[in-house]
């Protein structure tokens, strides 16, 4: 996995705690670091974020929206889901290409959310201080 500096404290805590990493690295515009935990940890960590940290679902209409400083769109109601898709539609993607990804998109979006969101995504300049990240980790025991 590359190196994240950004998160170091973070991921030097998620070891020593035995919580899972799946993948870590940045999102699309280099800049938002971020790292992926186990579903099982994740359920308990989405409860409290904080400031400075976001969890979103590992997708990548949830990873443009949180560049553009929105909410994820796959955290909503199931009967949501659609519609969020279809109003969030991947950049790059012509509105034919969409549509023929629409149901692929679709069931991954159906999948994921099966979980509770579980990419942490450094939205600011640093990570929360160490009381702050241990007491947040603390959810998870």
Sequence with gaps: MPSVPE??????????????VHLRGYLADGRC????????????LVRHQPDGLRMIYPFPISSQAC???QDDPLQCECHELAM?????????????????????????????????PS??????????DDETLESWLALVD
């Design 67 to 69: 560049l553009d400083g």
């Design 84 to 116: 969020n898709i279809k109003t969030n539609r991947p950049h790059g993607y012509s509105e034919e290409l969409f549509q023929d990804c629409f149901s692929g998109l679709m069931e991954q979006a159906e999948y994921v959310t099966q979980f509770a």
């Design 119 to 128: 990419r942490v995504v450094l939205v600011a300049d640093r990570l929360p």
């Design 7 to 20: 998160l170091s404290a973070l991921l030097d805590r998620l070891e020593a705690r035995n919580i899972g």
């Design 33 to 44: 670091a971020f790292v992926d935990v186990c579903h099982g940890a994740a359920a308990h």
